[in-house]
């Protein structure tokens, strides 16, 4: 087997996104290798790609992923919000949970908001 014919399902999907994203990729930096790579699952610290190759995924998102792929207890307590609203739009107590949590490991953090951008977030620090 040469390595050209070690992706060929990457490859097909590359060409496919070429016809909707600039160079085929979201990012340039995915540009890389022989062929971007397009995976299909992962678990733990291990990802498998469209063409049933295996890897040690050292990258884990770029930080993100500091627990690996569908890590039991993150699923877990993904699978229990799952059923409750997503957003309200409003207070509530989970919000309140979060930023006392985030206080307790990060002692400095006097007020803790959340924000859907970076302006917003710069707004609510200058009030």
Same mark, same amino acid.
């Given at each position: 087997?040469?390595?050209? !014919?070690?992706?060929?399902?990457?490859?097909?999907?590359?060409?496919? @996104?070429?016809?909707? /994203?600039?160079? &085929?990729?979201?990012? +340039?930096?995915?540009?890389?290798?022989?062929?971007?790579?397009?995976?299909?699952?992962?678990?733990?610290?291990?990802?498998? !790609?469209?063409?049933?190759?295996?890897?040690?995924?050292?990258?884990? @998102?770029?930080?993100? /992923?500091?627990? &690996?792929?569908?890590? +039991?207890?993150?699923?877990?307590?993904?699978?229990?919000?799952?059923?409750?609203?997503?957003?309200?739009?409003?207070?509530?107590?989970?919000?309140?949970?979060?930023?006392?949590?985030?206080?307790?490991?990060?002692?400095?953090?006097?007020?803790?908001?959340?924000?859907?951008?970076?302006?917003?977030?710069?707004?609510?620090?200058?009030?």
């Amino acid at each position: 087997m040469t390595v050209k !014919d070690k992706w060929p399902t990457s490859r097909a999907l590359l060409k496919r @996104a070429r016809r909707s /994203l600039p160079g &085929g990729v979201s990012s +340039p930096f995915r540009a890389k290798f022989p062929v971007p790579l397009y995976f299909r699952d992962g678990c733990g610290s291990r990802l498998e !790609d469209v063409d049933g190759n295996r890897y040690i995924d050292y990258t884990l @998102a770029w930080g993100p /992923l500091i627990l &690996g792929h569908r890590h +039991p207890r993150l699923v877990e307590a993904i699978r229990a919000q799952a059923d409750r609203p997503h957003a309200y739009g409003a207070q509530h107590e989970l919000e309140l949970l979060v930023t006392e949590k985030i206080q307790e490991m990060v002692p400095c953090a006097e007020r803790v908001a959340f924000t859907s951008c970076g302006s917003e977030a710069v707004q609510i620090a200058l009030r």
